[in-house]
């Protein structure tokens, strides 16, 4: 994965954020959007796409573009800033192979205590029951 690539791959627009802020919140347009088209990077490789297709499916549109937006702050380039690190750390995550999970044995310790749980719990119902004559 190539960052500078990343990065000249997506594209920003600039919209009026929402939240307390007075008359100023009402005419500056300080929340920022990313777009970025996921099937059209050049910075990736076939199995990192397929990865981020199954990861984001949730995020990407119909047409496979996924927009983030952040408008935490009253500052234009602090939100691209947030927003352009939300980016990259989204896709550092999502690209690197899932851990293989390591198969483990019930602990000895365990099945003890299992079994144990299920002594007292037969000894409890045993007598409740009528005494045989």
């Given amino acids: 994965m ?4 990343l990065l000249n791959e997506i594209t920003f627009k600039a919209t009026r954020s929402s939240g ?7 005419k500056t347009s300080t929340r920022v959007e ?10 990736l490789t076939e199995v990192e796409k397929e990865r981020l297709r199954a990861a984001l499916a949730n ?39 899932p851990k293989p999970r390591k198969r483990t044995r019930t602990p000895l310790a365990a099945k003890r205590k299992r079994l144990k ?3 007292n719990t037969a000894d409890k119902k045993a007598l ?6």
Avoid: C, M
């Fill in 34 to 43: 990313l777009y970025w088209q996921l099937e059209e990077s050049a910075a």
């Fill in 20 to 26: 307390p802020g007075g008359q100023h919140v009402n």
């Fill in 59 to 97: 995020q990407l549109s119909k047409e496979g573009q996924l927009v983030l937006s952040s408008g935490q702050t009253r500052s234009q380039l602090k939100n691209k800033q947030l927003v352009t690190a939300k980016f990259l750390h989204l896709l550092d995550k999502h690209i690197q192979p």
């Fill in 128 to 133: 409740r029951r009528k005494p045989e004559l």
């Fill in 117 to 119: 749980a299920k002594k």
């Fill in 2 to 5: 190539d960052k500078n690539i």
